[in-house]
Each structure stands twice: as structure tokens, then as C-alpha cells.
């Protein structure tokens, strides 16, 4: 445990984007690290769904957009753990395991793509909370690019389930007059 605390001296403790090319960034702090492992953990485990999905889904727009998805999290996983090995941290490994060679759909597209809609959801709420919290602007820049890519897959998600009927609209408020 600590035995004191340490402040911050100058503006360079925000840092890590490569202006200078002889700066250097600091290490990360525990906050940081804390969301970068649980953002890497959770895009593996996501990926794991994802490609489960992508194998048993009957229709082919779907698959296609399950498998866009498994490559979106793979990129996610690269770059967050590139971030992690530059300052000698070991980076989260799938939690138990591959989805299995079965092409038997354990749910319908519409169940599956809903699923997908949700981790979507979480992923853009953690990004915005490890941005929030994060002091080193090269992290944040390369959140703020993760959230526009999840956002934009997730746009696309939303648009073949309207398509397919899929989507709920949610309760709405009546104008009682």
C-alpha cells in the first residue's frame, strides 16, 4: 500500500498522444487499467457470443452482420491490449472457452440480434465511462473511435431488425387531452 500520496505536477500527466515524438506517455494509472482489462474481457467474451451467432443464424444478412461484429471486437481487443503490453501488463484471455462447430441456432435471428443490440449498449456505456475517467487524452481519442464504430454497427443492427419486423417500439406516452 502507498505510504503517501503524489500529485500531479504539470499538464504533461495528460498526455500520450505522440505530438512530440520524443516525449514520452506516462504509465497508466489504476483507474485506466482497471477499464482497459475490463474492455478487453468483455469484447472477448463478446466475440465468443457473436461468432456463435454468426454460425447458426439462418438468415444471411444477419450472419453477415454478426460476423462484422466479431471483427469490430477483434480490433477493439488488438488495440486495447497493444496499450497494455507497451507497459508490461498481461492482457485478459478468454474466459472458458470457444463457441462450439454447431450450426443448431439455440435462439432465432431476432433473439440473437436483440442480444447483440444489448452488448452494443454496455460497450458504448463502458467506453464513455473509462473515457470519463481517464486523464491520458490518447486513451480517450482512441474511445471516443471505438463508441463511433459501435455506434455505427449498432445503427446498422437496428436497421435489419426494423427491416425484419424485429423492434419494439417502446411504450409511449399518451397526450391525454
Request: aromatic share 8%; charged share 20%.
Amino acid at each position: 500500500m502507498p505510504k503517501s500520496v503524489k500529485f500531479v505536477k504539470d499538464n504533461s500527466y495528460l498526455g500520450g498522444l505522440a505530438i512530440n515524438p520524443f516525449s514520452q506517455k506516462r504509465t497508466l494509472n489504476l483507474v485506466e487499467v482497471a477499464h482497459l482489462h475490463k474492455a478487453i474481457e468483455s469484447n472477448l467474451t463478446g466475440t465468443q457470443m457473436i461468432l456463435g451467432f454468426g454460425q447458426c443464424a439462418n438468415d444471411a444478412e444477419v450472419k453477415k452482420f454478426f460476423n462484422e461484429g466479431a471483427e469490430l471486437a477483434k480490433g477493439i481487443i488488438k488495440e486495447l491490449s497493444e496499450v497494455m503490453i507497451e507497459v508490461d501488463l498481461s492482457i485478459p484471455q478468454t474466459p472458458g472457452g470457444n463457441a462450439t462447430d454447431s450450426t443448431v441456432a439455440p435462439f432465432s435471428d431476432k433473439l440473437m440480434m436483440y442480444c447483440t443490440s444489448l452488448f452494443c449498449s454496455f460497450s458504448m456505456g463502458s467506453n464513455s465511462l473509462g473515457t470519463a475517467f481517464s486523464l491520458r487524452n490518447d486513451l480517450s481519442a482512441k474511445m471516443g473511435i471505438f463508441m463511433k464504430d459501435i455506434f455505427e454497427y449498432a445503427h446498422k443492427g437496428a436497421k435489419i431488425m426494423i427491416k425484419n419486423g424485429w423492434m419494439e417500439e417502446p411504450p409511449q406516452v399518451e397526450n391525454r387531452k
